[in-house]
Every structure is written in structure tokens, then in C-alpha cells.
């Protein structure tokens, strides 16, 4: 089985996006040392200032309608301590792209770890809460998730609504983490806003988000086949809080008698907190491959709960953790399955 609407040079591009919306900071904090900046812009005044780096070597492989050395898309962050933020910016083909940041690394040296944990906070308020869009009436979404999103929308509608005129070419929404989270709570608000605007979504690493209601009002918006859930096999995020088709808490069993009770403790939690757990909307992608392999739907995600599984049996922690991460392994591994799809094609 293969997805008919994904591209992965789309994917690719989209994923350097979501990098670049990483670079978004508040203006005390410390930049990135992932690549080098060419330039910080700034909105806002004095301790409450935020930053956006730019960062050629991820920006311009974006496909932004200039180059770095002219071009800044627009960007934005809210809420406490700035953890929700968010860039848009005018691509070529009379497209644009949306692009949610994730969240905050934990970093001592970026003097943010009130941020980074405010944001990790906002991730585990795993209850479901009332999501309004359409005709649904029973639709839920975590609510971390959905407080992240309400914040944001106002400037993201304020964004895109002199924009849509003339995007005949359509919208990309994407996120990684966190973010890809987001995409499809956003993808639902632009398509009741704007319903004839083409929309594409790449969620990257994203945990699960949203009821089964959702997921049926998604589809009925007709936003299912043009989702793409991008997850590298090793990664145990998009598990999370729980999958209700993939529950990561009743997969994974450790040895130990102590590991055992800590890890039936934190299930409980989890089952408690979601109730039937969250819906996976979108065809699921797994790069299950160093070499760029690909593998799609329920099939993948067991064999990745496999894998991860396997992995934290073994006691390589490291190698589950870094699974997750949106440049060391999914920039990486998103560029090999482009450089292989394109070799097979």
C-alpha cells in the first residue's frame, strides 16, 4: 500500500519549514547552534521581543518565494513565556505554507527552561476537551493541544485572510512534535474558515490529538486523503498520549519487576487521562529505514511499536530518544526517502 497524494520533495520541504519554525525564540534566550544565521529579526519591544533566526541552510531548501539574504516570513509567538509559535510564508505556484513549532527542547545553555517547561507542561494536559468545528457536536481534542492552537489562531487567521485570494495553488500546514499535533486542529479551522482552499498537511512525529468524532468530521471535510502522518520507526511520540489502534502502554512490557510497576502505573495514568484514547487522522507513514524504506498503515505502526519495543528492551535509550529529534533523524531520514522515491520513480 502507498499513499497517492504524498510527495516527498513536498515532505521534505515542509520538514525544513517546521525546522525553521524551531529558530523562533523569545529575545533573551540563546539561538540555535544547528546551522549557521545570517540574520535575527525581531517583533515586539524590550524582555517581551521575539526573535526569528535565519538560518539559510534550512530556510532556502523551504522553496520560500526568495532567498534568505531578502526574505523573512512572517512569524509570531504567544502565550506564557512565548511556548506557542508559528511562521507563514508565501511559496512559489501561488502557495503559501503554515509551519506550527514544536516543542521546546530542554537546553540549560538557551536560558528557556521556564519555557521549555511551561511547554512540556501544556503537552501532558492529556484530558480531551470539546472541540467545536461543524456540525459534529461530539468532536474532543487534548487539550494541551487545543489550548496551544485557540492561541494561535487569531494571528493565524489574521495571516492567511489577505492571502487566500490568491493561493490557487493551495496551503501547506505542517508541525513536527508538538506541532504536528497542532496541524490537524489548524487544518480543521482553515477548512471551515476557507472551505475551497486546497490544503495539504504533513505532520511530522506527531502524537495523537483528537477523538474518533473528529477523525469522522475530518473525513467528512474531505482533509483525510490529503494528510500525511510521518513518523521514523524508532520514534515512541506519536504514541502519544495514547493511540486507541496503537497503544503504546499495553505494546511495550519490561522485564524488570520495578520497571513493570512503574510502567503499569504511568499506563494507568494514561488511560485514565484519554479515556479510549486518540484517533490517528491521515494515512500513517513510517521510514522503517536507513536506506529510505517506506511502509504504510496499521501493519507499519506494529512494526514499529516492534521496533521501539525491541530498542528499550535492549536498553538503548538514546537511540529511541534521538529517534525523535527533527533534524539528526527526520530531516535525515525524510531526504533519504525522497533521494530513494525519486530513484525508484
Known amino acids: 500500500m502507498t499513499s497517492t497524494s504524498l510527495s516527498w520533495p513536498e515532505a521534505l520541504a515542509a520538514m525544513n519549514a517546521c525546522i525553521c519554525a524551531y529558530q523562533i525564540r ?13 540574520r535575527s529579526e525581531t517583533r515586539g519591544n524590550g524582555d517581551e521581543a521575539f526573535v526569528y533566526d535565519v538560518m539559510p541552510v534550512f530556510q532556502d531548501a523551504v522553496g520560500f518565494r526568495a532567498l534568505s539574504e531578502t526574505y523573512t516570513p512572517d512569524f509570531e509567538a504567544c502565550g506564557t513565556d512565548d511556548i506557542g509559535a508559528a511562521l507563514v510564508g508565501a511559496l512559489s505556484r501561488d502557495r503559501a505554507v503554515l509551519a506550527l513549532r514544536g516543542t521546546l527542547s530542554p537546553n540549560l545553555v538557551r536560558n528557556d527552561c521556564a519555557g521549555w517547561i511551561r511547554d512540556w507542561l501544556q503537552d501532558a494536559e492529556a484530558k480531551p476537551e470539546p472541540w467545536s468545528v461543524g456540525d459534529q457536536g461530539t468532536d474532543e481534542a487534548e487539550t494541551g493541544f487545543a489550548t496551544a492552537v485557540m492561541r494561535l489562531w487569531p494571528w493565524i487567521e489574521r495571516k492567511l485572510a489577505p492571502r487566500v485570494a490568491s493561493l490557487s495553488g493551495g496551503l501547506v500546514i505542517t508541525g513536527h ?30 502524537p495523537v490529538a483528537c477523538n474518533s468524532a473528529f477523525a469522522r468530521a475530518y473525513a467528512a471535510s474531505e482533509l483525510t486523503d490529503v494528510t500525511h502522518r510521518i513518523q521514523v520507526i524508532r520514534d515512541a511520540v506519536p504514541y502519544l498520549p495514547r493511540w486507541d489502534r496503537a497503544d503504546i502502554w499495553a505494546a511495550l512490557k519490561p522485564s524488570g519487576v520495578l ?30 529505514g536507513s536506506q529510505g524504506s517506506v511502509s504504510y498503515g496499521i501493519e507499519a505502526v506494529r512494526a514499529s511499536l516492534t521496533a521501539i519495543a525491541t530498542a528499550l528492551e535492549a536498553k538503548e535509550y538514546e537511540a529511541v530518544a534521538s529517534a525523535h529529534s527533527s533534524v539528526s533523524s527526520y530531516l535525515r531520514m525524510i531526504k533519504t526517502a525522497a533521494r530513494k522515491a525519486g530513484n525508484d520513480g
Open 26 to 38: 523569545r529575545v533573551t534566550t540563546v539561538h540555535s547552534e544547528q546551522a549557521p544565521i545570517l
Open 177 to 206: 512534535s508538538k506541532g504536528g499535533a497542532m496541524t490537524f486542529l489548524v487544518a480543521s479551522l482553515v477548512r471551515e474558515k476557507w472551505p475551497d482552499l486546497p490544503i495539504v498537511v504533513y505532520a511530522f512525529a506527531p
Open 259 to 288: 520497571e513493570r510497576v512503574g510502567w503499569d502505573v504511568l499506563a494507568r495514568l494514561a488511560h485514565d487521562l484519554t479515556g479510549k484514547g486518540y484517533t490517528a487522522v491521515g494515512d500513517v507513514v513510517v521510514i522503517t
